[in-house]
């Protein structure tokens, strides 16, 4: 019961002859216990978006998006463009502690 998918009449009449294993009356029991509240619900399900239609959609998404965030990628943008301008002054990072071969010491052996 938990795989039943609730999208169109056609899909469920199919998945309650499935259930019950290809009886008919206790498919239309089920069928009409499942469907008797929703009367809404579409005699078949929709016709899954071609791959231009679902391309598009995404292109039109991003598009909106990109004007919606205009200010803020600007923004970032500018911090980029002033990071690496600031590059060549920022002070070098000097190694914290230098160790030698001679100043370091020998393990102890494991054993």
């Known amino acids: ?11 469920i009449k199919l998945q309650c002859l499935f259930i019950s294993k290809g009886d008919i009356t206790e498919a239309d029991k089920l069928y009409d ?14 016709v899954p ?5 679902s391309t598009a959609q995404t292109a039109n998404g991003i598009m909106a998006w990109l004007k919606e965030n ?4 600007s923004q970032a943008y500018d911090f980029v463009q002033q990071i ?10 000097a190694p914290i502690a230098e ?10 052996p494991i054993n």
């Open 84 to 93: 690496i301008a600031n590059r060549g002054a920022l002070p070098s990072i």
């Open 1 to 11: 019961m938990q795989g039943i998918q609730l999208t169109s009449k056609a899909s």
């Open 33 to 46: 216990y499942l469907t008797k509240d929703l009367k809404n619900l579409p005699d078949h399900d929709p």
């Open 70 to 73: 205009q200010g803020t990628l």
């Open 49 to 53: 978006l071609t791959w231009q239609q």
């Open 99 to 108: 160790t030698t071969e001679e100043a370091a010491e020998p393990l102890p």
